[in-house]
């Protein structure tokens, strides 16, 4: 069975900082929020509501950014975003190659909904890709087998036609499970290398039209 749709993830994979520091590690120096306090009163309690699409990012952070200080949700997200949207680019031109190829390439992420449209519009990975497929959009995670299947429902194609390229071993093994091919990324190896870990030769990867 040949692949022909590849799925990359987004954060770990795609955006990647390359120093390895989180996006909010100059977030109290620079927004006076520490990022510990806004881990426990927004991400923990409120974040799972807002990926699954049950919730909106904006409406949550208002209820909780007063007690940590003066900085509008706003502000918060705009900064968030901007120190969150590194691109790995020796991945891109790997991945540019591979959809010349003829090989089609979308997004299999786990994002709410402002997010997912800054990725792909103001970063601008619209034009790298051809679709994203994103939790709050698709109703489930990554690591849920439902996940692959209404991916499936919309690219049209079998199971082992997709392959995912991601950073998360459990999504990897849940796309393994799910009968599509899998590939774990370090970040550590050319994109040939790690399809070639995960039985996939060149040869493997084809155009729809072939």
């Avoid at 955006?15 to 909010?24: A, F």
């Avoid at 968030?80 to 979308?106: E, I, K, M, N, S």
Wanted: a negative charge; glycine letters at 8%.
């Amino acid at each position: 069975m040949t692949v022909r749709v590849l799925m990359v993830d987004v954060d770990g994979v795609v955006v990647r900082r390359p120093d390895g520091r989180r996006w909010d590690a100059d977030l109290h120096a620079d927004l006076g929020i520490d990022p510990d306090d806004l881990e426990h009163a927004f991400f923990r309690p409120h974040f799972d509501d807002v990926l699954s699409g049950r919730a909106d990012l904006y409406e949550r952070l208002d209820r909780v950014l007063p007690r940590l200080g003066t900085v509008t949700s706003t502000e918060l997200v705009e900064y968030w975003f901007a120190h969150d949207a590194t691109l790995d680019p020796v991945l891109l031109d790997d991945l540019a190659g591979t959809r010349a190829r003829g090989v089609d390439l979308h997004l299999a992420t786990v994002q709410e909904h402002h997010r997912a449209r800054f990725l792909w519009e103001t970063v601008a990975l619209r034009d790298r890709f051809t679709a994203m497929h994103y939790a709050a959009d698709v109703g489930h995670r990554k690591g849920e087998s439902a996940f692959y299947r209404v991916v499936e429902s919309r690219t049209g194609l079998r199971p082992a036609e997709h392959c995912l390229i991601d950073d998360d071993p459990g999504n990897v093994d849940t796309a393994r499970r799910a009968g599509w091919h899998a590939a774990h990324w370090t970040g550590d190896d050319r994109l040939a290398d790690a399809l070639a870990s995960a039985g996939l030769p060149p040869e493997a990867m084809v155009g729809a039209a072939e």
